[in-house]
């Protein structure tokens, strides 16, 4: 069973930034394009970054410019630096393959408030 852990969370000020975290448990994830989802209140859980498996990223209209995926196949760790973080930004942070077919974690909470 693949266990996905994501981390980093937490209250920050509009304007901050953050580093997530997520871990998982799988034997190898190089050969898998990852993405960070997100949901906020309310919201559906939608897909804001992905990067391939030559490090190569996408993302939503959104966060791109703030945001920037990354990964270590070593550590088998994929972090997004959030970057002059809005209001509506505010949301519950996920990890997960491309198509999202692994079991979700916990997901860590993000939320930009003043």
């Known amino acids: 069973q693949v266990l996905l852990v994501e981390s980093g969370g937490g209250l920050v000020q509009p304007g901050g930034s953050l580093n997530l975290s997520c871990w998982v448990n799988?034997?190898?994830?190089?050969?898998?394009?990852m993405g960070w989802y997100r949901q906020g209140p309310g919201e559906q859980r939608e897909l804001i970054a992905l990067i391939n498996t030559s490090g190569g990223a996408s993302y939503a209209r959104s966060v791109k410019d703030r945001f920037t995926i990354s990964r270590s196949n070593a550590e088998k760790t994929i972090t997004l630096q959030m970057n002059n973080l809005k209001p509506e930004d505010t949301a519950v942070y996920y990890c997960?393959?491309?198509?999202?077919?692994?079991?979700w974690g916990q997901g860590t909470q993000v939320t930009v408030s003043s």
């Open positions: 799988k034997t190898t994830i190089s050969i898998y394009y």
């Open positions: 997960n393959r491309n198509g999202a077919s692994w079991p």
